[in-house]
T-cell receptor, first 116, second 114 residues
Framework: GAGVSQSPRYKVAKRGQDVALRCDPISGHVSLFWYQQALGQGPEFLTYFQNEAQLDKSGLPSDRFFAERPEGSVSTLKIQRTQQEDSAVYLC??????????????FGDGTRLSIL | GNSVTQMEGPVTLSEEAFLTINCTYTATGYPSLFWYVQYPGEGLQLLLKATKADDKGSNKGFEATYRKETTSFHLEKGSVQVSDSAVYFCALWAGGTSYGKLTFGQGTILTVHP
């Protein structure tokens, strides 16, 4: 497709389980971002990739959160030993420019994660 | 640090009413400012942007002017439609070493009735 694709759209997991969320950016886009959006709040930055390099992971809330983009295209956000406070919508965005190019970010529809 | 504050919602209007959603920001340097819209069940879409002071961004009848003196970027539309019902987010990009990440406000829910 032409847009950013995220899967699954919905994920329910029990507390303590590991989850993996996938993002397919727009083809050829250099930059990829992950955001976390709690209910009723704006998205908050988690991490940034330029191609396969993770240049900023300052927003990851704990060492249970891990992201990768090994070939510079598809990215996976993994959360280990999930907690109830991890329940949120996880958004992926991509842009054609590099980190300092201020190109528009194109967002996927997000993955809604619910931890029971 | 950088932050964005939006007016409290929700906002409920009748069709053809005038819309203002206030947004103020705190940032070092000269950020770029954005409005994103999220329609029900969909992802965030860029609505408009402004990259320097006194710039006016516009799209689909919406406008916002970058006011550095008041650190504001208020969203306006002269005549809203039912199809404008959505959540609106103000955001900034601080540039520099921020690696392109956006800082968002909390969002304002807009409901337009026929």
């Amino acid at each position: 497709g032409a847009g950013v694709s995220q899967s699954p759209r919905y994920k329910v997991a029990k507390r303590g389980q590991d989850v993996a969320l996938r993002c397919d950016p727009i083809s050829g886009h250099v930059s990829l971002f992950w955001y976390q959006q709690a209910l009723g709040q704006g998205p908050e930055f988690l991490t940034y990739f330029q191609n396969e390099a993770q240049l900023d992971k300052s927003g990851l809330p704990s060492d249970r959160f891990f992201a990768e983009r090994p070939e510079g295209s598809v990215s996976t956000l993994k959360i280990q030993r999930t907690q109830q406070e991890d329940s949120a919508v996880y958004l992926c965005a991509s842009s054609s420019g590099g980190a300092r190019d201020n190109q528009p970010q194109h967002f996927g529809d997000g993955t809604r994660l619910s931890i029971l | 640090g950088n932050s964005v504050t939006q007016m409290e919602g929700p906002v409920t209007l009748s069709e053809e009413a005038f819309l203002t959603i206030n947004c103020t920001y705190t940032a070092t340097g000269y950020p770029s400012l954005f409005w994103y819209v999220q329609y029900p069940g969909e992802g965030l879409q860029l609505l408009l942007k402004a990259t320097k002071a006194d710039d006016k961004g516009s799209n689909k009848g919406f406008e916002a002017t970058y006011r550095k003196e008041t650190t504001s970027f208020h969203l306006e539309k002269g005549s809203v439609q039912v199809s404008d019902s959505a959540v609106y987010f103000c955001a900034l990009w601080a540039g520099g070493t921020s690696y392109g990440k956006l800082t968002f406000g909390q969002g304002t829910i807009l409901t337009v009735h026929p």
